[in-house]
């Protein structure tokens, strides 16, 4: 039985209850590490929810800023692979999870703890992401996940807390269950548990609607990692920020879907993703100018793969760092500008560039200066075609005419 724990801790009503119940229940010391990955939240509310972890009884409250490292070793791999799991998703709790995982480990470590635990229930898909992670990492270490043994509902959990004077912000009429981070924010639970209702317009907090005239955003790229806006150069953490704000000004980025999630049920989940959207939509595009067909193809073939082993909980994997050689390999030459368009409710490409295209003006045109070779179409297309040819002899439709 472990003694002393490090508990994945957001300051929500779950690993607050946490770090006293695992104390009363299984006589665990519980450090707190609260990792930012970009939450919606000033520096003085990261310091109330370390002074929570505190007042709830932690022997240890940390707060880790991993924004940088989070934008850089995580979302940037997951833009270059424009990875979407099931083809909308842009995995923004599950991008999350390793690098939080990556944290607890080395805080074990330093405090000489034997466990790490998360606040994650028992069909969620982040046990899964926080357990294997943790395994892939340091097997060595236990894992505890008390939500998901307690068997208290969510009223339970609030007159726990208020019986041991636990400090809490949670209540009975707060009903959804929000995940945010620099790539995103996840609303689910509440009236959207029916997959037929309409998400209320409250649940909203990227892509409130409040710009009304168009205008045009240019992104640049350098080996398919976007490193300017409109021409001014930032770093990653910064123009993600930015560009959230700008594009979820358009009221766009939203996804309404149901997923299937890795322990086996359907899920109606609801996201806002301006900028991962319109970022993964810039760099598609700029792909296609600057890979050539036969790597382009391989690339779009793997990328959904790719979205499955992060939503998966399979970051560390040999396999996710055999794609990530492949990627970065393909993104040699994907430099250029892309230039979107913003409307109410729209983002769309309106032009790409780069001085790496392989568009070819002179093969492409149709007009004077078409430098295509039409005298050679002829025997290509006759030898295309051949197979087809020879079959609809012997057995297809030409053979029922002889």
Same mark, same amino acid.
């Given at each position: 039985?472990?003694?002393?724990? #490090?508990?994945?801790?957001?300051g929500?009503?779950d690993?607050s209850?946490?770090?006293?119940w695992?104390?009363e229940?299984?006589? #665990?010391? &519980? ?23 505190l007042a709830?009884?932690a022997v240890?409250?940390?707060?880790? *800023? ?8 995580y ?17 923004v ?9 990556k944290h /607890?480990?080395?805080?074990?470590r330093?405090?000489?703890a ?5 606040g994650c229930?028992?069909?969620g898909?982040?046990?899964?992401r ?16 008390? #939500? ?18 636990? @400090? ?21 639970c509440?009236?959207?548990e029916?997959?037929?209702a ?5 649940v909203?907090?990227?892509t ?15 080996q ?8 001014? @150069? ?5 123009l993600?920020d930015?560009?959230?704000?700008v594009?979820?000004?358009?009221g ?5 879907? &149901?997923e299937n ?26 792909e ?5 067909r036969?790597l382009?193809?391989?690339k779009v ?10 939503? *998966?909980g ?9 794609? *990530? ?13 892309v230039? /979107? ?7 769309r ?19 004077a ?5 039409h005298? *050679? ?6 030898l ?14 030409g053979?029922r005419?002889?």
């Amino acid at each position: 039985m472990a003694k002393r724990a #490090v508990l994945a801790y957001s300051g929500g009503l779950d690993t607050s209850v946490a770090v006293k119940w695992m104390q009363e229940n299984l006589g #665990v010391e &519980v450090i707190a590490m609260a990792v930012d990955v970009g939450q919606e939240r000033s520096e003085e509310d990261m310091d109330a929810v370390r002074e929570r972890a505190l007042a709830a009884g932690a022997v240890e409250a940390l707060v880790v *800023d991993a924004r940088q490292e989070f934008a850089d070793e995580y979302a940037s791999k997951a833009l270059k692979a424009n990875a979407l799991y099931e083809g909308k998703y842009p995995l923004v709790s599950a991008l999350s999870r390793p690098v939080i995982v990556k944290h /607890l480990v080395a805080a074990a470590r330093e405090f000489g703890a034997d466990a790490v635990a998360h606040g994650c229930t028992g069909k969620g898909n982040d046990q899964v992401r926080f357990e294997v992670s943790t395994r892939a990492l340091a097997p060595d270490l236990e894992v505890i996940a008390p #939500v998901r043994t307690w068997g208290m509902t969510r009223e339970d959990a609030i007159l726990y807390a208020y019986r041991n004077e636990i @400090p809490i912000t949670a209540t009975k009429e707060k009903v959804y269950s929000i995940d945010d981070n620099l790539w995103g924010r996840a609303i689910e639970c509440g009236e959207m548990e029916d997959p037929w209702a309409v998400p209320p317009q409250g649940v909203w907090s990227l892509t409130k609607q409040t710009a009304t005239e168009p205008r045009d955003v240019e992104i640049t790229f350098v080996q398919g990692v976007p490193t300017a806006v409109d021409g001014k @150069p930032m770093g990653l953490v910064e123009l993600i920020d930015h560009l959230n704000q700008v594009v979820g000004s358009f009221g766009w980025g939203r996804i309404d879907m &149901v997923e299937n999630r890795r322990v086996g049920i359907k899920s109606r989940e609801t996201y806002e993703c301006p900028a991962a959207l319109a970022l993964i939509l810039a760099h598609e595009d700029l792909e296609s100018i600057c890979l050539e067909r036969d790597l382009e193809r391989e690339k779009v073939r793997m990328e959904s793969r790719y979205a499955e082993l992060i939503y *998966d909980g399979l970051w560390f994997s040999p396999l996710r760092e055999a794609y *990530d050689a492949f990627i970065d390999s393909s993104q040699e030459y994907v430099s250029g500008e892309v230039r /979107l368009r913003l409307e109410p409710g729209s983002c769309r490409v309106t032009g790409r560039r780069s001085d790496h295209s392989l568009y070819d003006y002179g093969l492409a045109t149709y007009d004077a200066a078409d430098e295509f070779r039409h005298e *050679d179409s002829a025997g290509f297309v006759r030898l295309w075609g051949l197979g087809i040819e020879t079959w609809s002899a012997r057995q297809g439709p030409g053979s029922r005419n002889s």
